[in-house]
Protein backbone atom coordinates (compact mmCIF):
# COMPACT_ATOMS: atom_id res chain seq x y z
CA UNK A 1 0.00 0.00 0.00
CA UNK A 2 2.73 2.73 1.16
CA UNK A 3 4.61 1.76 -2.45
CA UNK A 4 0.98 2.81 -3.93
CA UNK A 5 0.90 5.94 -2.37
CA UNK A 6 4.76 6.96 -3.41
CA UNK A 7 3.65 6.79 -6.67
CA UNK A 8 1.40 9.27 -6.53
CA UNK A 9 1.98 12.59 -8.56
CA UNK A 10 1.96 16.09 -7.77
CA UNK A 11 -0.37 17.60 -4.85
CA UNK A 12 -0.63 16.91 -0.87
CA UNK A 13 1.49 13.16 -0.20
CA UNK A 14 1.10 11.41 2.92
CA UNK A 15 5.03 11.30 3.12
CA UNK A 16 4.71 14.86 3.44
CA UNK A 17 3.38 14.56 7.16
CA UNK A 18 5.88 11.41 8.11
CA UNK A 19 8.26 14.22 7.10
CA UNK A 20 6.83 16.71 9.80
CA UNK A 21 6.25 13.86 12.59
CA UNK A 22 10.12 13.26 12.11
CA UNK A 23 10.92 17.09 12.28
CA UNK A 24 8.57 17.09 15.57
CA UNK A 25 10.28 13.72 16.88
CA UNK A 26 13.50 15.30 16.41
CA UNK A 27 13.00 18.56 17.72
CA UNK A 28 11.24 17.99 20.64
CA UNK A 29 12.07 15.03 22.96
CA UNK A 30 15.09 14.61 20.96
CA UNK A 31 16.74 17.99 21.54
CA UNK A 32 15.47 18.31 25.15
CA UNK A 33 16.99 15.04 25.87
CA UNK A 34 20.60 15.37 23.71
CA UNK A 35 21.10 19.30 22.78
CA UNK A 36 19.60 20.71 26.21
CA UNK A 37 21.78 18.86 28.23
CA UNK A 38 24.70 21.03 28.23
CA UNK A 39 22.79 24.12 30.03
CA UNK A 40 21.95 22.46 33.38
CA UNK A 41 25.40 20.30 33.86
CA UNK A 42 27.28 22.99 35.68
CA UNK A 43 24.34 24.50 37.77
CA UNK A 44 23.04 21.03 38.73
CA UNK A 45 26.85 20.27 39.27
CA UNK A 46 27.15 23.18 42.01
CA UNK A 47 23.66 22.31 43.53
CA UNK A 48 24.97 18.91 44.43
CA UNK A 49 28.52 20.30 45.37
CA UNK A 50 29.99 17.42 43.11
CA UNK A 51 32.69 17.65 40.43
CA UNK A 52 30.89 18.60 36.84
CA UNK A 53 32.39 14.76 35.57
CA UNK A 54 30.39 12.79 38.45
CA UNK A 55 27.23 14.79 36.92
CA UNK A 56 27.95 14.38 33.54
CA UNK A 57 28.36 10.77 33.98
CA UNK A 58 24.64 10.32 33.28
CA UNK A 59 25.11 11.16 29.54
CA UNK A 60 27.68 8.53 28.84
CA UNK A 61 25.07 6.16 30.62
CA UNK A 62 22.34 7.35 28.53
CA UNK A 63 24.22 6.95 25.02
CA UNK A 64 25.38 3.55 27.04
CA UNK A 65 22.10 2.74 27.20
CA UNK A 66 20.83 4.27 23.12
CA UNK A 67 23.09 1.34 21.91
CA UNK A 68 22.16 -1.54 23.80
CA UNK A 69 18.17 -0.45 23.27
CA UNK A 70 18.67 0.00 19.09
CA UNK A 71 18.51 -3.46 18.29
CA UNK A 72 15.98 -3.77 21.44
CA UNK A 73 14.17 -0.89 19.79
CA UNK A 74 14.43 -2.19 16.32
CA UNK A 75 12.73 -5.81 16.70
CA UNK A 76 9.95 -4.07 19.07
CA UNK A 77 9.59 -1.74 16.03
CA UNK A 78 9.52 -4.18 13.60
CA UNK A 79 7.34 -6.69 15.46
CA UNK A 80 4.48 -3.82 17.10
CA UNK A 81 2.98 -0.72 15.72
CA UNK A 82 5.37 2.09 15.38
CA UNK A 83 2.96 4.21 16.59
CA UNK A 84 2.95 2.62 20.01
CA UNK A 85 6.39 1.84 20.45
CA UNK A 86 7.30 5.97 19.81
CA UNK A 87 5.00 6.92 21.73
CA UNK A 88 6.36 4.62 25.07
CA UNK A 89 9.52 6.57 23.71
CA UNK A 90 8.23 10.10 24.16
CA UNK A 91 6.27 9.01 27.17
CA UNK A 92 9.63 7.58 29.03
CA UNK A 93 11.60 10.92 28.07
CA UNK A 94 8.93 13.03 29.22
CA UNK A 95 8.08 11.54 32.29
CA UNK A 96 11.79 11.32 33.02
CA UNK A 97 12.52 14.68 31.96
CA UNK A 98 9.81 16.12 34.40
CA UNK A 99 11.33 13.32 37.38
CA UNK A 100 15.05 14.72 36.88
CA UNK A 101 13.44 18.20 38.36
CA UNK A 102 12.81 16.35 41.75
CA UNK A 103 15.73 14.21 42.24
CA UNK A 104 17.93 15.13 45.69
CA UNK A 105 21.16 12.79 44.74
CA UNK A 106 23.38 12.51 41.53
CA UNK A 107 23.31 8.64 41.70
CA UNK A 108 19.23 9.41 40.18
CA UNK A 109 20.47 10.86 37.46
CA UNK A 110 22.34 7.84 36.57
CA UNK A 111 19.22 5.72 36.64
CA UNK A 112 17.56 8.54 34.28
CA UNK A 113 20.46 8.47 31.96
CA UNK A 114 19.05 4.25 31.06
CA UNK A 115 15.50 5.61 31.40
CA UNK A 116 16.43 8.60 28.82
CA UNK A 117 18.45 5.78 26.50
CA UNK A 118 16.18 3.78 26.26
CA UNK A 119 13.28 6.46 25.60
CA UNK A 120 15.86 8.26 23.00
CA UNK A 121 16.89 5.36 20.97
CA UNK A 122 14.06 4.51 18.81
CA UNK A 123 13.00 8.15 18.57
CA UNK A 124 16.26 9.32 16.67
CA UNK A 125 18.35 6.44 15.14
CA UNK A 126 15.23 4.13 14.23
CA UNK A 127 12.01 6.30 13.78
CA UNK A 128 13.30 8.75 11.30
CA UNK A 129 15.22 6.78 8.86
CA UNK A 130 13.77 4.16 9.00
CA UNK A 131 9.85 5.95 8.29
CA UNK A 132 11.17 8.37 5.96
CA UNK A 133 12.92 5.18 3.67
CA UNK A 134 9.48 3.67 3.94
CA UNK A 135 7.45 6.85 2.51
CA UNK A 136 9.71 8.15 0.35
CA UNK A 137 11.42 7.62 -2.88
CA UNK A 138 12.98 10.45 -3.81
CA UNK A 139 15.21 12.70 -1.54
CA UNK A 140 15.06 10.21 0.63
CA UNK A 141 18.89 11.26 2.20
CA UNK A 142 17.54 15.09 2.15
CA UNK A 143 14.21 14.19 4.02
CA UNK A 144 16.40 12.66 6.96
CA UNK A 145 18.81 15.02 7.32
CA UNK A 146 15.96 17.40 7.23
CA UNK A 147 14.60 15.96 10.48
CA UNK A 148 17.81 14.94 12.10
CA UNK A 149 18.65 19.29 11.50
CA UNK A 150 15.44 19.93 13.58
CA UNK A 151 17.71 18.18 16.48
CA UNK A 152 19.91 21.19 16.94
CA UNK A 153 17.68 23.99 15.80
CA UNK A 154 15.38 22.20 18.70
CA UNK A 155 18.87 23.01 20.71
CA UNK A 156 18.66 26.54 19.46
CA UNK A 157 15.10 27.13 20.31
CA UNK A 158 14.75 25.13 23.65
CA UNK A 159 18.01 26.24 24.82
CA UNK A 160 17.28 29.76 26.08
CA UNK A 161 14.23 28.81 27.39
CA UNK A 162 15.72 26.71 29.04
CA UNK A 163 18.55 28.55 30.67
CA UNK A 164 15.94 31.34 31.45
CA UNK A 165 14.22 29.31 33.56
CA UNK A 166 17.15 28.15 35.52
CA UNK A 167 18.24 31.38 36.33
CA UNK A 168 15.09 32.13 37.67
CA UNK A 169 15.34 29.03 40.06
CA UNK A 170 16.79 30.27 43.45
CA UNK A 171 20.41 29.52 42.91
CA UNK A 172 20.03 31.51 39.36
Known amino acids: ?6 QKKGGFHY ?6 AGIAITCIPCALVLSCAGIYFTPVSNYFGVPKASFTLYFSILNLAMMIMLPIGGKLMSKMDARAVLS ?7 LTLIAMSFFTAVWQFYIAGVLLGIGTAPLIYLAVPSLINAWCKKKVGFFIGLC ?3 TGIGGVI ?3 IGTA ?3 MGPEG
Open 1 to 6: MASEQV
Open 15 to 20: AFLIVA
Open 88 to 94: AAVIIDG
Open 148 to 150: MAF
Open 158 to 160: FNP
Open 165 to 167: LIN
